[in-house]
């Protein structure tokens, strides 16, 4: 089993700041991209950003120059900072990796529970 779990979310003013951290736990042999999504509420789940394991990363163009990816492969955490925040990334964020549980297995998807950010105007 793997999990995933999410800290960091919050509301917060326009203009304003925060950082999310997603850790990935359990049987783990390797974890390749990383990622953090979106959705609002009766929307399709949106990528924000990626990261692969050698820091090659991908940002949706709606947050590009004020969104940060980062990870530290040690600890199978990945990070995003997000700064310049706006109202209309008020969302529930989910942290995605790409997992390899050992070494004969294939890579699987998994998933955080979710957190909600709130950006007040």
């Known amino acids: 089993q793997v999990q995933l779990v999410e800290s960091g979310g919050g509301l917060v003013q326009a203009g304003g700041s925060l950082r999310l951290s997603c850790a990935a736990s359990g049987s783990i042999f390797r974890v390749n991209a990383m990622g953090w999504y979106r959705q609002a509420p009766g929307k399709q789940r949106e990528l924000v950003a990626t990261i692969t394991s050698d820091n090659i990363t991908h940002y949706a163009d709606s947050v590009k120059g004020r969104f940060t990816i980062s990870r530290d492969n040690a600890k199978n955490t990945v990070y995003l900072q997000m700064n310049s925040l706006k109202p209309e990334d008020t969302n529930v964020y989910y942290c995605?990796?790409?997992?390899?549980?050992?070494?004969?297995?294939?890579?699987?998807?998994?998933w955080g529970q979710g957190t909600q950010v709130t950006v007040s105007s």
């Open positions: 995605n990796a790409k997992v390899v549980v050992t070494i004969h297995s294939w890579e699987y998807d998994y």
